[in-house]
């Protein structure tokens, strides 16, 4: 696992990460969110030894990652895709890793086809995309088949095959009892993906806990937590049974009498089985019956309104700026 106690880091008279403490535990997937400039990149270069702390210490499997005698054994880390020597090929580059931490030749096949590079591993890494880049970087840090692995960013560059590929590589892994450490600004992504999130901002930790915790404390429309969407014909009718029995409707309903068109509405405090089974003790056919709950954006959105070092202002009206005939 990964433990940081107390972890500060300063530059100058720049706090980078503000007195840190958490634990990353093995078997699920732990993601790490933040504004830009929140500390993430910091956090993960103070994990692996990259920057020293101004105070506090961090620990990988019990050791300072500096005291690891062979560290690709025990920690696999993507920080920089593009960080490979370009004029060096693929294998190449995974050749002199695995030669410097004692890790079988053999392993660099293995890990090149686990990522999809066998047939460009004599390429040179310079002429390599983005998102090969990506893949590269991954086959390094799996190589010496580690119990731990951090990676900052692994999605940028992949196209919708290779987002699916390594979200089901990091699921994997975890479910194979490896701790596992993902930094993302995909919201989407670390929805499916992860299964506990470490959220910073400003350098300060201000959630850790589970993805149902994180979505469960905040509130979506008009203060749920969950609520359900429904369509019907006979709208104002159904949203007054809701209000008889306890639920409440937070979205305007067209007030045009019983025989109105079809119209929808949002219910609070029933959940989608109970607005059903009332619909059809009424005879109130549905059209639509959908479960609703606050996504892992608006939650993280919630979380870090106060911690965005850079916003930008709205705009005004989308042709600002332009001539006008």
Not at 142 to 157: A, K, Q, R, V, Y
């Amino acid at each position: 696992m990964i433990q940081a106690d107390r972890l500060t880091k300063r530059y100058g008279p720049t706090v980078a990460v503000d007195d840190v403490s958490f634990t990353v535990q093995p078997g699920r997937v732990t993601g790490f969110l933040g504004p830009n400039g929140a500390g993430k990149s910091t956090t993960m270069r103070l994990i692996l030894g990259l920057d020293s702390p101004t105070s506090g210490k961090v620990w990988v499997n019990g050791h300072p990652y500096c005291e690891l005698a062979a560290p690709l054994h025990e920690v696999g880390a993507l920080l920089d895709a593009k960080s490979a020597d370009g004029g060096r090929s693929a294998a190449n580059h995974l050749l002199w890793l695995a030669d410097s931490n004692g890790i079988a030749r053999g392993r660099v096949g293995e890990v090149l086809d686990t990522v999809g590079l066998t047939d460009v591993a004599g390429r040179r890494v310079g002429t390599f995309s983005l998102g090969m880049s990506q893949r590269l970087g991954i086959a390094a840090a799996l190589l010496g088949d580690p119990e731990t692995l951090i990676f900052d960013e692994p999605i940028n560059g992949l196209d919708p095959d290779g987002i699916l590929w390594i979200r089901n590589l990091m699921r994997s892994l975890a479910a194979d009892g490896r701790t596992v450490f993902v930094s993302s600004h995909l919201m989407s992504e670390m929805a499916v993906t992860a299964e506990h999130l470490i959220v910073i901002g400003r350098g300060r930790i201000i959630a850790d806990a589970s993805m149902d915790e994180i979505l469960g404390r905040n509130k979506g429309a008009a203060g749920a937590r969950v609520w359900v969407r429904v369509e019907v014909g006979r709208a104002p009718e159904l949203a007054r049974l809701v209000g008889r029995v306890g639920g409440r409707v937070i979205d305007r309903v067209h007030d045009a009498g019983e025989d109105a068109g079809e119209d929808a509405f949002e219910v609070a405090g029933l959940d989608s089985t109970a607005v059903g089974r009332l619909a059809l003790d009424n005879s109130i056919a549905l059209i639509e019956l959908t479960p609703q709950g606050v996504s892992l954006e608006e939650a993280f959105l919630e979380l870090t309104h106060d911690e965005t070092e850079y916003s930008s202002a709205p705009s005004e009206f989308a042709g600002a700026g332009r001539s006008q005939t």
